[in-house]
T-cell receptor, first 110, second 110 residues
Framework: DADVTQTPRNRITKTGKRIMLECSQTKGHDRMYWYRQDPGLGLRLIYYSFDVKDINKGEISDGYSVSRQAQAKFSLSLESAIPNQTALYFC?????????FGPGTRLTVL | QQQVKQSPQSLIVQKGGISIINCAYENTAFDYFPWYQQFPGKGPALLIAIRPDVSEKKEGRFTISFNKSAKQFSLHIMDSQPGDSATYFCAASNAGKSTFGDGTTLTVKP
């Protein structure tokens, strides 16, 4: 099923470009998150939102921004992409307990 | 600051054997401890979870053992199967925020 969807699934871009990753969910959860996954480093929290008017920085928010357009939509932007932002990005929702992850976006910054 | 330490980094088990993955945490405010399973090209999926007032939880072949005094918890996969080959993440949560371990890559040999 596709309770949490992410677009695009893959993206190659150049240094300095602005990139937006989008996330939509049909689970009806208020809580949404953006994580970054790098080999051997697990999942690191970029930003999270507990409702439409709530935005919070995670542990690695520098170079990123987010927008919570609606309960179901949470987008992540890289204002000026750099090569060390090459990674796998996951959106997730939560019912306050476990997380429900999207399929991920593989971003490559050249 | 590594708040959740996971070991081993990789694990190879024969079919039918027991796979054991361990995690240790530091923050006693954590109140929910989920495990996630991730297959290549997919997002992590919630597998099983436990609260600190319970010492063990079993779901099918998967069991979480929890030691509150030692601040440790582990995932046991009984009768491991090749289809269990994946990356497993432990996490510790509080107030809607989760901290993840770095992951364990499990390979089950036929």
């Amino acid at each position: 099923d596709a309770d949490v969807t992410q677009t695009p699934r893959n993206r190659i871009t150049k240094t300095g470009k602005r990139i937006m990753l989008e996330c939509s969910q049909t689970k009806g959860h208020d809580r949404m998150y953006w994580y970054r996954q790098d080999p051997g480093l697990g999942l690191r929290l970029i930003y999270y939102s507990f409702d439409v008017k709530d935005i919070n920085k995670g542990e690695i928010s520098d170079g990123y921004s987010v927008s919570r357009q609606a309960q179901a939509k949470f987008s992540l932007s890289l204002e000026s992409a750099i090569p060390n932002q090459t990674a796998l990005y996951f959106c997730a929702t939560s019912d306050g307990l476990g997380h429900y992850f999207g399929p991920g976006t593989r971003l490559t910054v050249l | 600051q590594q708040q959740v330490k996971q070991s081993p980094q990789s694990l190879i088990v024969q079919k039918g054997g027991i796979s054991i993955i361990n995690c240790a945490y530091e923050n006693t405010a954590f109140d929910y401890f989920p495990w996630y399973q991730q297959f290549p090209g997919k997002g992590p999926a919630l597998l099983i979870a436990i609260r600190p007032d319970v010492s063990e939880k079993k779901e099918g072949r998967f069991t979480i053992s929890f030691n509150k005094s030692a601040k440790q918890f582990s995932l046991h996969i009984m009768d491991s199967q090749p289809g269990d080959s994946a990356t497993y993440f432990c996490a510790a949560s509080n107030a809607g925020k989760s901290t993840f371990g770095d992951g364990t890559t499990l390979t089950v040999k036929p």
